[in-house]
C-alpha cells in the first residue's frame, strides 16, 4: 500500500508540499488553484495536459499554472514516487512582478527536468520535514526552487542597493533584538520596507549572508554567552529561540565545534 504525505509549515500559510510514494493511485480530471511543481523521482507515469498525452518518469518535472486541468496515471506494477509543491498564487505572481518574458501562464513538462530545480525542490522537501528550521529559511529555499524555474536575467544595480541600505539596516537591527523569536519575511518587510522577494537578496549583498543565517548566529552567540553562567541547557536552549534541546546541540556543535555541555564543561 503506498503513502502520501502533505507537509506544512504554520507561519507560512501559502505552502504545501505533497510526497506520494504509490503505485496503486490513479487521478481523475483535476485542477489545482495554485501554481503546482513536481519532480518524479521513480517510476513512470502518463500524464494529460492541455489535450496532450505524455510519458513522464524519474527526473521528470511538471509546472502547472493555477486551474489548469490535468490527469496523472501511473504504469501498472510502478513504483511511483513524486514530490510536488504549490504555492498561492497571489505569492507566486507576488515574486515574479516586474519579470519580463516569464511564460508563467503556460504547462511545462521536461524529461528530464532541470537540475537546479531538482535540487532545490530536494532542499525544500528536507526542511518542511523539520520543524525546527525556521520559517526564514523555508520560504528563503521555496524562493530558490522558483528562481530556479524562472531565473531573473536583470542584476540590481548599485544605485538600487544603495537606496535599500537604510531598510537592510533595520533588518538587522531588528533580527539584532529579536532573534530568539519565529520571524518571517513578512515581518522584516513590514519593518524594513523593502518588498520581501527582494530582501534575502539584498541582506546577503550587504553582510555576505542571508537574513536566517544571522539570526542562528545571533542564537548561537546569545547561548555562549549564557552558558558561561552556569545556566541549564534547556533553559538557554529555550531562551534563544532554539525549537528543543536536540536542536539546540545540533545547530551549536556546526557553529562551535563541540556540543552545548562541553563548552560549558571547558569554562
Known amino acids: 500500500m503506498g503513502q502520501v504525505h502533505y507537509y506544512r509549515a504554520a507561519e507560512l500559510p501559502f505552502f504545501e508540499l505533497k510526497r ?12 489545482h488553484e495554485e501554481y503546482s511543481l513536481g519532480i518524479v523521482e521513480q517510476g513512470k507515469s502518463i500524464f494529460w495536459y492541455a489535450g496532450r498525452r505524455a510519458e513522464i518518469q ?14 496523472c496515471n501511473p504504469a501498472e506494477g510502478e513504483n511511483w514516487q513524486y514530490t510536488m509543491l504549490f504555492a498561492e498564487a497571489k505569492w507566486v505572481e507576488g515574486f515574479l512582478a516586474g519579470r519580463k518574458n516569464v511564460l508563467r501562464n503556460q504547462p511545462v513538462v521536461q524529461t528530464p527536468g532541470d537540475g537546479r530545480v531538482r535540487q532545490a525542490m530536494n532542499t525544500v522537501f528536507h526542511v518542511f520535514r ?12 521555496v524562493m530558490a526552487v522558483w528562481e ?17 541600505l537604510p531598510g537592510v539596516a533595520l533588518i538587522k537591527e531588528y533580527l539584532d533584538s529579536c532573534f530568539m523569536k519565529k520571524i518571517t519575511l513578512a515581518e522584516l518587510e513590514q519593518v524594513s520596507g523593502l518588498n520581501k522577494f527582494n530582501i534575502i537578496r539584498l541582506f546577503n549583498k550587504s553582510f555576505n549572508l542571508p537574513p536566517h543565517t544571522y539570526q542562528l548566529l545571533l542564537r548561537v552567540n546569545y547561548a ?5 553562567k552556569n545556566r541549564r541547557l534547556t533553559e538557554v536552549a529555550l531562551e534563544a529561540g532554539f525549537y528543543d534541546q536536540s536542536h ?3 545547530v ?4 562551535t565545534g563541540i556540543t552545548p555541555d562541553k563548552y560549558q ?3
Open 20 to 31: 506520494c510514494n504509490t503505485g496503486d493511485l490513479a487521478y481523475k480530471l483535476h485542477s
Open 58 to 71: 524519474s527526473n521528470s518535472l511538471v509546472y502547472l499554472p493555477p486551474d489548469f486541468v490535468h490527469s
Open 130 to 141: 523539520q520543524a525546527d528550521i525556521c520559517p526564514l529559511e523555508k520560504e528563503g529555499c
Open 148 to 164: 530556479a524555474l524562472f531565473p531573473c536575467t536583470k542584476s540590481e544595480g548599485d544605485d538600487c542597493c544603495r537606496r535599500a
Open 224 to 228: 555562549k554567552k549564557e552558558l558561561r
Open 248 to 250: 539546540f546541540c545540533k
Open 252 to 255: 551549536f556543535k556546526t557553529h
Open 265 to 267: 564543561k571547558c569554562i
